[in-house]
């Protein structure tokens, strides 16, 4: 139903523009004055508003001047008499979806009204997909630095190692233990910076996948037996529901098993951010054949804390992490996403019902099928999440 906000002082005309809207099944709100019409913009949130041009106090431009500084893609449709043309022409410029002249036919403002709401539509599909594109841009580009700098940084790596190893090993010549002990710790920040390079090395994509038909179920229950141990000492329940009869997918199986083991330790980490290692974790492992689109989603779900608000959207990028300095490296989700886009699939997170989320991927059965931003796909994924 589309949201309507009506703008005029005249009560009858108000009053007889809404009823004759509602009949037409729009869902109106109404302000009698400019002042409260940009009270109820900010309130309800209209798709689109009808505003007259005359009105004593704040006018009809001033309102609109000031509801396309609040939101640029807000659709204003402007009332005006015949005498007002020029204020009519004058909107436009301002930014105005359009203009009606009263006395004016109901179902050439029905009309203009839909054409206004179609535009906000678009406007915010737009946006959506400009911050797609963008976020993949700075991936990409992330990526090229990322294969370059660790590339150049393994050899040094390796060498500093090594050597350091050596040292280590010769009893005699490291005799001091407060030397010794720093050492050890120097050679711990070596692996951590190992670590580190080899996965942004993964992330760049440098390392060519392995594909091959197979069951997606093989990664997800390797990749969980790694961490079986863990779960259990940090008294992390896991439970998983496995769709039995799983048609097979093409894949990398390694790289499958990274992404759910990272999911994993995500999970695991905010568990522990809840529960402190005391019960209560709860990891549910599941993974489906979606009912009418031929892809299966796999996902980790977890009652740790929650996704820190206003963080959604960075999750994805590479060194975006909350966790604690030398705790997380923030790539663990971006060399995920790059694993999962090189297999055609799409990676996303949602919130659950009882204070719990999914991390999720959905890889397609058609290998030939990208399913990067196909629409039935994220109807049926959202109908697949809510029962969750
Ligand atoms: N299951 C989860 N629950 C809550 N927040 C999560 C979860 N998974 C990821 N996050 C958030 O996403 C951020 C990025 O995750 P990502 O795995 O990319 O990096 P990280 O875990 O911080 O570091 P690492 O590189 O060691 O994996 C985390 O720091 C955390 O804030
Ligand atoms: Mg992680």
Avoid at 39 to 61: L, Q, R, T, W, Y
Avoid at 92 to 111: H, Q, S, T
Avoid at 218 to 226: A, K, M, S, V
Avoid at 320 to 349: C, E, R, Y
């Amino acid at each position: 139903m589309i949201k309507i906000l009506i703008v005029d002082d005249e009560e009858i005309q108000r009053k007889m523009l809404k009823s004759s809207l509602e009949l037409k099944n729009y869902e109106v709100f109404v302000a009698s004055s400019g002042e409260q019409g940009l009270e109820a913009f900010v309130k309800e949130k209209p798709e689109v508003i009808i505003c007259d041009i005359s009105m004593p106090g704040m006018d009809g431009m001033e309102m609109l001047e000031k509801v396309k500084l609040m939101n640029a893609e807000a659709q204003v449709i402007m009332l005006t008499g015949h005498g007002d043309m020029e204020s009519a022409i004058a909107s436009l410029k301002k930014g105005a979806f359009d203009y009606i002249i009263k006395p004016f036919n109901l179902e050439e403002l029905c009309m203009n009204i839909n054409r206004a709401a179609e535009n906000q539509r678009l406007y915010l599909q737009l946006k959506i997909q400009q911050t797609q594109l963008l976020r993949a841009a700075k991936l990409t580009a992330m990526g090229e630095l990322g294969a370059g700098v660790a590339h150049e940084m393994n050899q040094p790596l390796m060498a500093i190692s090594s050597y350091l190893e050596g040292l280590l090993m010769n009893d005699a010549l490291v005799t001091n233990l407060v030397l010794k002990n720093k050492m050890l710790k120097i050679k711990d920040q070596f692996v951590r910076l190992g670590t580190i390079v080899k996965r942004m090395h993964e992330y760049s994509g440098s390392r060519m996948g392995t594909f091959t038909e197979g069951d997606v179920k093989r990664p997800i229950t390797d990749g969980l037996f790694l961490l079986t141990q863990q779960f259990k000492d940090h008294n992390i329940a896991v439970e998983l529901q496995l769709q039995e009869d799983l048609p097979e997918v093409y894949i990398d199986r390694y790289q499958i098993q990274d992404v759910v083991v990272n999911f994993l330790i995500n999970a695991r980490d905010a568990i522990d951010e809840k529960f402190n290692q005391q019960e209560g974790g709860h990891i549910w492992f599941i993974s489906k054949k979606l009912k009418n689109f031929p892809a299966i989603v796999s996902g980790v779900i977890d009652n740790g804390i929650a996704v820190k608000s206003g963080s959604e959207e960075n999750l994805f990028e590479p060194f975006f992490t909350t966790k604690a300095p030398g705790k997380g490296t923030g790539l663990g989700l971006s060399v995920s996403f790059t694993i999962i886009k090189s297999h055609k699939g799409v990676i996303g997170f949602s919130s659950l019902k009882n204070e719990r989320k999914i991390f999720y991927f959905v890889l397609p059965l058609d290998k030939e099928q990208d399913l990067a931003g196909v629409e039935a796909l994220n109807k049926e994924l959202k109908a697949e999440l809510e029962n969750l």
